[in-house]
């Protein structure tokens, strides 16, 4: 999630439980029997995936509404939050400050990522 820029939006999804750090998730791996855990960066080049990884690289099909309501992300948001997040979104987007916000989370995406793959070996 740190390189997610809807966080900006939705600062909730920080401390959801559903998302663990790298690190984290390795230590559970470790904890469950696991001898080695490894984490493996990926990076979505289209939004076929129709997940908020892969659509953060394309606002104008977040902003629309119709994809991200369909995200794990959104599900356990309320319909006005979703309203809500969706409205600023657009207003920012209008305004150019989403275009800018994106950029500022660009190094961290370049980083870590849109998302890790996760290895163990028994």
Do not use: C
């Not at 809807?6 to 909730?12: H, K, N, Q």
């Not at 984490?39 to 629309?64: C, N, V």
């Not at 006005?80 to 150019?96: C, K, L, Q």
């Amino acid at each position: 999630m740190e390189a997610n820029w809807i966080t900006e939006y939705v600062p909730s999804l920080r401390s959801d439980p559903r998302y663990h750090s790298e690190a984290e998730t390795i230590q559970a791996l470790r904890d469950a029997g696991f001898v080695r855990g490894a984490a493996s960066h990926m990076w979505y080049t289209d939004m076929e995936d129709g997940s908020a990884q892969a659509l953060k690289h394309h606002p104008r099909a977040i902003i629309d509404g119709a994809h991200i309501t369909n995200t794990s992300l959104f599900h356990r948001l309320s319909e006005a939050e979703i309203r809500a997040v969706i409205g600023t979104m657009r207003h920012d987007y209008e305004s150019g400050r989403l275009q800018d916000l994106i950029a500022r989370y660009q190094p961290l995406v370049q980083r870590n990522g849109d998302g890790s793959v996760f290895t163990a070996w028994p």
